[in-house]
């Protein structure tokens, strides 16, 4: 078996979800002497309701860690990233690339854990780019699922995991479907089914009945039909409903969470769901059923699935039965058809009453010799051998320091290369695309105007640009647009900015030069920011008992004006009227830098003026 190496494992499920290979396999690599990094899963789709709860469990996990890196035991360490669950958007996958390999070459410096053996589970794009980034000694692709037809949204993982397996240096399988199809793009494939805890399991089977059956399965009616694992999409449900009609003298207990809706076995009273119990009970649950199923629905799915539990069943010596799966006709023509197949509800019935029957003591022991020949130890081991193989080939092929120094650079010339695609990139959405425009677009209000009792006009200060004096005029020149359309008698201007002179009062001047009669305007000049424009021109109108405005202002500052406004004087009709063609917004198609800057200083206004109160 492997010793002294340091693992990363890219795991297709969370370290705290039903037990299986893959925290087996890394679990017996790291009590072997490895270090182990074990990455939970990053997706193959993006996520649903269903995942709400294993979502939960990734935040605790990373609360409950340091910077969601935590140790499970000696030499075994968890990372729970949290990252955008979109694994096939480019910009999602360009953004988690950065979070996940800066926080994983971080841990990997602190702990010193170079140039590891990288094992995947998963052959998603961002599974690829980490393993590139990690500079690996072996590379391994365990390929357990057809993750294609798991799902419509899995499809598209076709074409990055067919480059996987091109780039790998060994490929395992569970299946022999698996075998031929990964075969095509890789020459160095073997088969490793997932295994049992053999000895876990002998220990318990061992222990005589003095250890009897959980107390949950001691209260069923005997005798009892027991299935371990999920109760998923490919659980065919309606499959074990009409069997269990047909045996009503026969308990089903189905130990697993249920990971679909189950309301076609719940309506049952003869199958009993005890849910999800701890991996460590399951030998002394498989120990209490009187024969094993596994009652999978055939699908393209299924047709490369071997089933992990087969092996626990007959490692309890247990008779097992099982529908039609491709991989269990394999197993009885490998080891002498243990397991009896029902194809019908009719016959997956007849075989089961056939198998509760008294067993043979020489039927039993087969079973038994059989799920030790496929123990998780022999499998390790058998893997471990071809790691080895291949960790020896490498070194009898070690490079020269000449070769490895050029290999170093073209690395370097890679990571510079991707640096500046992304700052093209970044450069062309934000500054040669409408993007930005997009993301203001909910800061602008606008609404026909109206008559009203008065023209409100928020001045800004240094405003947008920055500057003083900026943006002022164009406010004061839509407001007297208005005013001369005969849309309110009267104007109040807003601010409380000096820079030599008031800015309310070089408004008021220039709206005099433009033809507004001087005694048609009231000026408020305390106002030093825009909430306090909303509560003193607020005042204004109350004291006159004007309850109408036109509000100006520019457009992407309305938003804030008008959320000011209604939290100050609720009672008011305002009617927002911004500036149309604000200079400093000016734009074809991309943006400016000054205009990124004045976006994002609005939006983070609303977060602040939020924080207090004001809106």
């Known amino acids: 078996m492997l010793r002294g190496r340091d693992i990363l494992c890219i795991s297709t499920i969370d370290w705290d979800f039903i037990w299986q290979g893959h925290q087996e396999i ?26 709400i709860g294993r979502l939960k469990q990734r935040l605790r996990n990373w609360q409950h860690s340091t910077k969601g890196f935590r140790q499970v035991a000696e030499n075994l360490f968890v990372y729970s990233p949290v990252i955008l669950p979109f694994p096939y958007s480019r910009l999602a996958r360009w953004m988690n690339r950065g979070l996940l390999l800066r926080a994983i070459q971080r841990w990997m410096h602190a702990v010193g854990f170079r140039r590891p053996i990288v094992w995947t589970f998963l052959p998603t794009p961002l599974a690829r780019e980490i393993i590139r980034a990690v500079d690996p000694l072996v590379t391994i692709y365990y390929c357990i699922d057809d993750f294609a037809s798991s799902s419509p949204q899995a499809r598209r993982i076709r074409a990055s995991e067919t480059q996987l397996l091109r780039d790998v240096n060994l490929v395992f399988v569970t299946s022999e479907k698996l075998r031929e199809r990964a075969a095509r793009d890789n020459p160095r494939v073997h088969v490793f089914p997932f295994g049992v805890s053999f000895e876990q399991f002998e220990r318990i089977r061992a222990a005589g009945n003095g250890d009897g059956a959980p107390r949950d399965l001691q209260a069923l009616p005997r005798p009892v039909v027991g299935y371990v694992g999920g109760i998923h999409q490919w659980f065919d449900q309606e499959l074990l409903a009409a069997v269990a009609r047909r045996l009503p003298h026969v308990s089903f207990a189905l130990i697993g969470p249920a990971q679909t809706d189950v309301s076609a076995l719940s309506g049952c009273p003869n199958i009993h769901l005890l849910n999800a119990r701890p991996h460590t009970d399951v030998p002394a649950y498989i120990k209490g059923f009187d024969v094993g199923i596994i009652s999978y629905r055939l699908t393209e799915y299924t047709a490369h699935v071997y089933p992990t539990k087969l092996n626990e069943y007959l490692a309890m010596g247990i008779p097992v039965v099982a529908t039609d799966l491709p991989e269990i006709r394999r197993f009885n023509a490998e080891h002498g058809e243990l397991v009896a197949i029902g194809r019908t509800a009719d016959e997956f019935a007849d075989v089961l009453q056939r198998s509760l029957q008294r067993q043979e003591p020489s039927a039993v022991q087969r079973r038994i010799a059989a799920a030790r020949r496929n123990s998780w130890h022999a499998r390790i081991d058998a893997m471990s051998a071809l790691i080895e193989e291949r960790l020896r080939a490498s070194d009898a092929s070690a490079q020269r320091w000449d070769t490895l120094l050029r290999r170093l650079y073209r690395a370097a010339k890679r990571r510079a290369a991707a640096t500046a695609l992304a700052a093209i990139l970044v450069y062309l959405v934000l500054f040669q695309s409408p993007f930005v ?161 004045g976006i994002l200083q609005e939006y983070a206004s609303i977060v602040y003026y939020v924080l207090r109160g004001w809106i």
Do not use: C
Request: proline share 5%; glycine share 8%.
């Open 26 to 51: 890394m679990a017996t690599l790291a009590a072997a002497g490895n270090r182990v990094l074990f990455i939970e899963n990053t997706g193959v789709r993006a996520p649903g309701l269903r995942d």
């Open 437 to 597: 425009w997009w993301t203001a677009e909910p800061l602008r209000m606008e609404q026909a105007p109206r008559r009203a009792e008065a023209i409100v006009v928020f001045a800004g200060g240094v405003g947008e640009s920055g500057k003083a004096g900026g943006g002022y005029q164009e406010r004061v020149k839509h407001a007297v647009d208005l005013y001369a359309q005969g849309l309110a008698p009267r104007m109040i201007f807003s601010s409380g900015y000096t820079f030599v002179f008031r800015e309310a009062e070089v408004m008021r001047d220039l709206a005099v030069t433009l033809g507004v009669p001087e005694e048609a305007i009231l000026l408020e000049t305390r106002a030093a920011n825009t909430h306090e424009n909303a509560a003193f021109v607020s005042a204004i109108l109350r004291d006159h008992g004007w309850r109408s405005a036109l509000l100006v202002s520019s457009p992407y500052h309305m938003r804030r004006a008008m959320l000011s406004l209604r939290r100050t004087a609720p009672e008011l009709a305002v009617t927002p009227s911004p500036v149309p063609h604000s200079q400093f917004y000016a734009h074809s198609k991309g943006a400016s830098l000054e205009q990124i800057r």
